[in-house]
T-cell receptor
């Protein structure tokens, strides 16, 4: 079974600074996806970024980028130029693309961006 | 845009009541999921369905059942609500072959 670990329950950053959220996972599979989801106070879960395990290049979406280390089973999220609207819970998730494609989530990191 | 709609944002029910949480998606997704979210525990999978009338248990199915009579609708049923089922419930859907899921806005259920 796959597991996802987020070891930082809470983090804070000032506006315009850079912050990195950590995630590690455990799996014996070779073909999978990793995701970062954002859950703002409105509770709507929003996909931030996706990484396919077979791709060596790290995914990037505007101010959001990942550092994917497959051998170390590490998948961190970097937020550059933090904005007040980035304040949210961030969940790391693991998903297979074969069989039942259910997601396994970490426990989340609460990020507070302050002025 | 994919839309996943949950019937209620907030519900308050009494212990022992039968509770129905409804979820509808409009993108013809094959897979649908019910997760429970609790502080410090993240999201835990209750049940999922990969086709009409098909269902599979997730990690915490005890005390819950599900129904999927139509492709777009997936219902979570609490047969006899208990206080330890007070939680946030999130519905999600995804295409077959894709693990990227789209979520509803969540239902915060309080059992008193």
């Amino acid at each position: 079974a796959q597991t996802v670990t987020q070891s930082q329950p809470e983090m804070s950053v000032q506006e315009a600074e850079t912050v990195t959220l950590s995630c590690t996972y455990d799996t014996s599979e070779n073909n999978y996806y990793l995701f970062w989801y954002k859950q703002p106070p409105s509770r709507q879960m929003i996909l931030v970024i996706r990484q396919e395990a077979y791709k060596q290049q790290n995914a990037t979406e505007n101010r959001f980028s990942v550092n994917f280390q497959k051998a170390a089973k590490s998948f961190s999220l970097k937020i550059s130029d933090s904005q007040l609207g980035d304040t949210a819970m961030y969940f790391c998730a693991f998903g297979m693309n074969t069989g039942f494609q259910k997601l396994v989530f970490g426990t989340g990191t609460r990020l507070l961006v302050s002025p | 845009d994919v839309k996943v709609t949950q019937s209620s944002r907030y519900l308050v029910k009494r212990t022992g009541e039968k509770v129905f949480l409804e979820c509808v998606q409009d993108m013809d997704h094959e897979n649908m999921f019910w997760y429970r979210q609790d502080p410090g525990l993240g999201l835990r999978l209750i049940y999922f369905s990969y086709d009409v009338k098909m269902k599979e248990k997730g990690d915490i199915p005890e005390g819950y059942s599900v129904s999927r009579e139509k492709k777009e609708r997936f219902s979570l049923i609490l047969e006899s609500a208990s206080t330890n089922q007070t939680s946030m419930y999130l519905c999600a859907s995804s295409l077959s072959g894709r693990s990227e899921a789209f979520f509803g806005q969540g239902t915060r259920l309080t059992v008193v």
